[in-house]
């Protein structure tokens, strides 16, 4: 199996522009999260779906971020507009059908945007 | 809701010597407990993980980490380092019960081991 997939690796915008992320979990699973590394805040989650359906979104951090999981095999995260303080690596992790809280989540390699 | 605290954000520590990486958490209820590390510019990965039984823990690339409810701690430890565990190592904790199935990360201990 090729692994979480994200897309892209770096992204490098200006203030105002509208930011897609892209995440493929592994096939089979069918939890998703969306987390947030920065030096300031750490590991932040924003958000997870199980079987497509978002379950919190508490960690978003305001209107502008949107994610969506429109099947198992794809999702997005939104930024719209982009600011420089969303400035951070982005890394989205799948785990398998079950959803059990003791079971590993599996981490993308993550994409590093940087808002001008 | 679960915090976890991370006493130390960075190590640094010479190979071949232990390493000790300390990992404090709050909860009112029941927890797992996990040790993800993440190496340079790549995503997390699982060293190891509590659910029950016997509070120490082993782990891959020789790490282990002992549970201690009465302290709420999680260590991790490793008797001898390689210079390939330099890594960033992250605590975390997750309800047991489905609703609370996210993970809540500690900030990071930063371990860099030198010749």
């Known amino acids: 199996d090729a692994g979480v997939i994200q897309s892209p690796r770096h992204e490098v915008t200006e203030m105002g522009q509208e930011v897609t992320l892209r995440c493929k979990p592994i096939?089979?699973?069918?939890?998703l999260f969306w987390y947030r590394q920065t030096m300031m805040r750490g590991l932040e989650l924003l958000i997870y779906f199980n079987n497509n359906v978002p379950i919190d979104d508490s960690g978003m951090p305001e209107d502008r971020f949107s994610a969506k999981m429109p099947n198992a095999s794809f999702s997005t995260l939104k930024i719209q507009p982009s600011e420089p303080r969303d400035s951070a690596v982005y890394f989205c992790a799948s785990r398998p059908v079950g959803g059990r809280a003791s079971d590993e989540q599996f981490f993308g390699p993550g994409t590093r945007l940087t808002v001008l | 809701a679960q915090s976890v605290t991370q006493l130390d954000s960075q190590v640094p520590v010479f190979e071949e010597a232990p390493v000790e990486l300390r990992c404090n958490y709050s909860s009112s209820v029941s927890v797992y407990l996990f040790w993800y590390v993440q190496y340079p510019n790549q995503g997390l990965q699982l060293l190891l993980k509590y659910l029950s039984g016997s509070t120490l823990v082993k782990g891959i690339n020789g790490f282990e980490a002992e549970f201690n409810k009465s302290q709420t701690s999680f260590h991790l430890r490793k008797p001898s380092v390689h210079i390939s565990d330099t890594a960033e190592y992250f605590c975390?904790?997750?309800?047991?019960?489905?609703?609370?199935?996210?993970?809540?990360f500690g900030g990071g201990t930063r371990v860099l081991v030198k010749p």
């Open positions: 096939s089979g699973h069918n939890s």
């Open positions: 975390a904790v997750s309800g047991l019960k489905a609703a609370g199935n996210k993970l809540t």
